[in-house]
């Protein structure tokens, strides 16, 4: 069945409200700023949109695309997913920052784990030479040893 002038004339009037209203952020709790919501909103089939009115489509997305590009979101649901992915970029970047640093701190506390090791081996020897040095010599030792001299 062929629509009238009168028809078409008045469906287009009715996509080209719906248009004004979600570009100006009027969103339907259950749609989006997007072709299926439009094409619900002016009461047409999304096929039809694409036979018929796809010129009326293609201005919605180039009104849209222009609104984006300026930085006026008319769907603060979208706005906000940017937000969210700004975010989530940010921590993604924090995340990797902070365990590439923990890494860099385990390998840092191992290191000094194995120093202190070493030095704790190292004092118990000294320890167990000193203990056998003491009990091998009871007279002190004297500091500097003078040899006898001999007169003539």
Not at 25 to 43: F, M, N, S
Not at 82 to 97: F, P, V, Y
Request: charged share 30%; glycine share 4%; net charge positive.
């Amino acid at each position: 069945m062929a629509l009238s002038q009168q028809q078409r004339d008045q469906i287009e009037r009715r996509i080209r409200a719906a248009i004004d209203r979600l570009l100006a952020g009027q969103i339907p709790p259950d749609g989006a700023c997007d072709v299926k919501t439009l094409g619900r909103e002016a009461g047409i089939s999304r096929a039809a949109h694409y036979r018929t009115w796809a010129h009326l489509k293609d201005e919605f997305e180039k009104r849209r695309a222009a609104a984006w590009a300026a930085g006026q979101q008319a769907d603060p649901r979208e706005a906000r997913i940017a937000r969210l992915r700004d975010l989530n970029q940010r921590l993604t970047g924090k995340l990797t920052r902070t365990h590439t640093e923990l890494t860099r701190l385990k390998e840092r506390h191992q290191l000094v784990l194995s120093v202190l090791a070493a030095k704790d081996d190292e004092l118990q020897r000294l320890r167990r030479e000193l203990s056998t040095f003491g009990r091998a010599s009871t007279a002190p030792v004297p500091l500097h040893s003078s040899s006898p001299t001999t007169q003539t």
